[in-house]
């Protein structure tokens, strides 16, 4: 099953504005997420613990960068939500 993968534009815009390489990496690990964005034995992606009713999930991309992400089963799209280091993510949602 292929998903769409929907991108907020002030992300993209953000992501635009970074270095070629970095952008690069970026945009790659969100279009994996067309084919697979459930969490796996890969350990890049994980299912966040929160008190919300909606599953969220987080992508780890290379050593510096967050998504978080919700995965949209009855429209077949991933959603992304926010986009940020490891360690600006690490404050926000808590040592994950």
Do not use: C
Not at 11 to 37: D, Q
Not at 41 to 47: A, M
Not at 67 to 89: G, P, R, S
């Amino acid at each position: 099953m292929s998903f769409r993968v929907v991108v907020k534009q002030k992300l993209i815009e953000a992501i635009n504005e970074l270095p070629e390489k970095t952008r690069r990496i970026l945009f790659s690990a969100l279009e994996n997420l067309e084919t697979n964005p459930w969490p796996g034995s890969g350990g890049d992606k994980e299912k966040l613990h929160t008190e919300k009713e909606i599953e969220i999930y987080r992508l780890h991309i290379g050593r510096t960068f967050t998504a978080i992400y919700t995965i949209d089963t009855k429209n077949h799209h991933v959603q992304i939500h926010d986009l940020m280091t490891i360690e600006q993510a690490h404050k926000k949602y808590g040592r994950m």
